[in-house]
């Protein structure tokens, strides 16, 4: 996902005489995990993901201002705490200035909305001071405020999302579409953690043959196998974070021609993969279906460019 600034450019008004030079950052989100299971890395079982990221942005800005208190941090706790980080990296400080932010991405449903904050608020700090900011500055300075996503990534990849370590890059993969909904209610990640072990560990094999799966189909750029294994991996999660709507959306999968189903693990997103836009009149009987069900049904194209 391009992370840009809203200079001038091509197509773009530059800045009117005498505005102040606004900075950003940007950082897509994900529509939940293809995968979420246990992973053994230097003989420890962890939790991995594969994340789904979609087009689907938290933006940070940060505008100079003279008259503004001098050190002023992002309104968010953890995109604060990450800023100060960052600083404290390089024994730099902030101008005076104001922050702002917006985003499209829901919080506490799968979407990484609290990750997407924080790097974009990075991103945006990094660019006001000319800073360096690689992905192991990244890594290391979520490691000092939360399990995350990979949503700092311009791939798809195997994540270890409380070691924060990239286990294996897939690259920007196979073209996916997606058509799903939010169920009511947020998900809290750390609170659900004492669930998911004992159901990994029970389920292990099943898993690995899950991720086995999903990573051949990366590599072989097949979107078809992907949503299978995407399947595959959203029913293990069914057993012990269920989803309401789940087993209609998988019931309906072949009728609506999806090529497989997918879930916020630790969220409450659910719908389809498609390996091709669904048309106008598909989409139309989609939303018929989930509104039947209760939801409101939203389309994105997922994957890395």
């Known amino acids: ?25 940007v ?11 246990p992973l053994r890395y230097e003989g420890v079982r962890h939790i991995a993901l594969v994340s789904f990221p979609v087009a689907r942005h938290a933006w940070a800005y940060f505008v100079p201002d003279g008259d503004a208190a001098l050190g002023a941090l992002p309104a968010g706790e953890k995109s604060a705490r990450a800023v100060r980080l960052l600083l404290e990296r390089h024994g730099r400080a902030l ?7 917006h985003s499209e991405l829901d919080v506490g449903v799968g979407m990484a909305s609290s990750t997407a904050d924080i790097v974009a608020s990075l991103r945006c700090a990094s660019r006001v001071l000319g800073l360096p900011l690689d992905r192991r ?13 990979s949503v700092f990534l311009d791939e798809f990849a195997v994540y270890l999302s409380a070691r924060h370590r990239v286990v294996r890059g897939l690259g920007p993969g196979p073209a996916l579409h997606a058509a799903f909904v939010t169920e009511p209610g947020t998900v809290d990640t750390g609170a659900v953690t004492p669930l998911l072990l004992p159901h990994y560990e029970r389920r292990h094999a099943e ?19 992907v949503a299978r294994a995407a399947t595959a991996s959203a029913a293990l999660s069914q057993e012990v974070l269920p989803k309401a709507a ?9 009728g609506f021609g999806a090529d497989g189903v997918f879930v916020a693990h630790t969220g409450s997103l659910l719908g389809y993969l498609f390996s091709a836009p669904p048309p106008p009149a598909l989409k139309g009987e989609l939303s018929a279906f989930f509104r039947s069900l209760g939801h409101q049904c939203s389309f994105a194209r997922g994957g890395c460019p």
Not at 95 to 101: K, L, M, S, T
């Open 27 to 37: 950082c897509h989100g994900t529509l939940g995990e293809l995968f979420q299971g």
């Open 95 to 101: 101008p005076p200035g104001r922050w702002h932010a």
């Open 137 to 149: 500055a990244v890594q290391e300075i979520l490691a000092g405020i939360e399990r995350a996503d």
């Open 1 to 25: 996902m391009h992370d840009g600034s809203p200079d001038g450019g091509p197509g773009r008004a530059p800045p009117g005489r005498g505005a102040a030079r606004a900075y950003a950052g």
């Open 207 to 225: 898993y690995d043959r899950t991720l086995t799966d999903l990573v051949k189909g990366f590599t072989a750029g097949d979107a078809r196998a």
């Open 246 to 254: 789940f087993d209609e959306v998988l019931a309906h999968r072949e």
